[in-house]
């Protein structure tokens, strides 16, 4: 057999093997790799001729991991454990070489080696508990071995990868070559040879807990910061778990029971639905109709007209990505209002040790604010950011029209208006389009990007690159009222509302869907996001329970009244006269009290998301189901270890969603929570 389908090439440079993973797009270890790794290795280890290895990689990455699509799927021999003890047991020195990133299985091969040498741009993670999984493969058994409990707990609980230079710090590599790093590695090898040194084995080190004491104290932390920050999550804590095994366990003992959590993980559905959310995430990346024909152009200067809390937002995010912006404001109060809350949001993360002096600093550079409109006229990239106004847009649009440059991208954020319309008024309506970002915009890495009926495709691929580059999770969703994610939720806080009025406690509700793993119920959303939103005096529409709050002046967080009381520090207490506000609406309505289970209040909740998507597709405002489940997971607190609504139906089945939707929603006037005609045919879809 060739070496695996010419996945990994073999080559002898002085009296080195040097083998080539060659497994493009990110050489993650498919069969065919381990196949053609084994298969190498054991070449090596056998011609006496040989005196060291070298394991590099060809194209843009090291081995960024295990192949996720085949997890789950019968391994293949080798499977991973087995190739990396394999590795680790080889008594001819090995050199992994890195650069890219190095992640998950393609860390944990590195660390089955003697020395790891990187380029000074390499990155280094175990983000395996981004797929609801620990690193099976020693992972959590090695790294603490190398560089100490804390630092490996910090790294495994996170995800996160770090750079090369505290990669060398906390010794995970022990040089970083801004040479070719293939010539560095061979010199470095034959150094270590001549000098007769023994060379260090990660798995022969003493274990930590010889090193440290003392150590409950930071388990107990961490698992406790996991269960608040990552409440609901089961892998968190079995990496913690695991990790902790280093200090109780001899090294192959530790290996058994890190395989043992892991398998359990992998069988698990929360693995199985964080899966198939990274793919989801990748697949939200194509735009069906794009074709490489298609010309984008570089968006090198930002310009955000409207510096309010989403528009100042939206510009940290620029700044953050190196990009400068030109925030227009109107007046100098404004301007100066929003040069405030830029500087002390930056401050606030320096406080917090997430971004240095001179990071804040260069961030603050790439901001200006101006008053004159005219500054436009350098953007490639302008967006709306000011009050939902259709005139005021259409204003700005005319205005903006006018200056921009000829190849730009217009842009506007509006979350409620018609980008149809919008863009009309412009007179060049093929350059709009909606970048809908979600508050906090410098936090929140949900992009909805809406294509109005004329907008080009330039332009869509133009935006798709930029959310890339300012690290935003894009969604390309059409125009409908609320796009998609307020249309699921607006259909979610209709029920909530219809259940309080049939007597069903709020907290009860809002409990039911912490519990399922929102970081909070409806109404403690409705609060937050004010119950005056879009409301206004002189037409309130008596209808509505939220109109009933707001003329008893109960507007939500915002003025510490809303459906619950809050207190200084705006946490939430039972309010007396929201009970009495509901009740006397409810009696106004002639809507008579029921008891519902858990289950019921729950599905009642739920359900209706469901249809509503199923809906949404079924109007091609979206191109999959799994792009709903991404806007929901990345924008609406769906915890990512149920997959999102779509996923979370299907599983469910049709035939029971359609039951439990006749059976909740008989009387239905407004036909709302009807089942959609193609309802089994769309969930069971692409
Ligand atoms: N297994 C299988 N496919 C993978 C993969 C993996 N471990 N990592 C990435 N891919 C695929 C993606 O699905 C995508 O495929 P597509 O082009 O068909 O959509 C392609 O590789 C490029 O990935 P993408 O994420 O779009 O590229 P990027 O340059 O933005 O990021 C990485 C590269 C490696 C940082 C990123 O892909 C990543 O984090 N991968 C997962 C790493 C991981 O979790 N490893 C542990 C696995 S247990």
Known sequence: MSRADKAVHYAIVKQF?????????????SYSVRKGLAMSLEEASENDDVSGIIITCSGRTFIAGADISEIGKPPGDPDLPELLEYLDAIEKPVMAVLHGTALGGGLETALCCNYRISTPSTRFGLPEVHLGLIPGAGGTQRLPRLIGIEKALAMVTSGNPIGADEALECG?????????????SIEYLEEKIKSNCSHPSIRLQENPITKYSGLDD????????????KRGYLAPLYNIRSVEATCELPFLDGLKFERELFEELMEGDQSKAQQYLFFAERHANKVPDMTREVVDFEVQKVAVIGGGLMGAGIAMSMANAGLPVTIIESNQKSLIRCQKNIEANFQGSQKKGRLSHAQVKQRLDYIDISLNINDVSEADLIIEAVFENMELKKDIFGKIAKLAKDKVVLATNTSALDLNEIAESSGRPQDVIGLHFFSPANVMRLLEIVRAKKTDLSIIKTCMKLAKR????????????????NRILFVRQQQAMRMALQGIDIERID??????GFPMGPFQTADLIGLDLGWEKALTNKFLLVDKFCEAGRLGQKNAKGFYD???NRKAKTSAESSKLIKEFARLKGINSRELTDEEILDQCLIPMINEGVKIREE?????????????AHGFG?????????????????EKIIKKIQNYFPLDDDKTFLPSKSFEDILYGN
């Open 17 to 29: 093997a040097v083998i080539t993973v060659d497994n493009p797009p990110v050489n993650a270890l």
């Open 566 to 568: 809050y207190d200084k």
């Open 511 to 516: 409990r039911l869907m912490v519990e399922f």
């Open 218 to 229: 930071t388990f107990n932390e961490y698992k406790k910061h996991a269960e608040k920050r």
């Open 470 to 485: 300012i690290k935003k999770i894009p969604v390309l969703v059409s125009v409908c009222p609320g796009f998609v994610g």
């Open 172 to 184: 995970l590599i022990d040089k970083i070559t801004a040479e070719d790093p293939l010539s560095a």
């Open 620 to 632: 091609g405002i979206v191109s999959r189901n799994s792009d709903i489940d991404v806007i929901y």
């Open 638 to 654: 769906w915890p990512a270890y149920r997959g999102g609504p779509m996923y979370y139906g299907r599983n469910l089945g049709s």
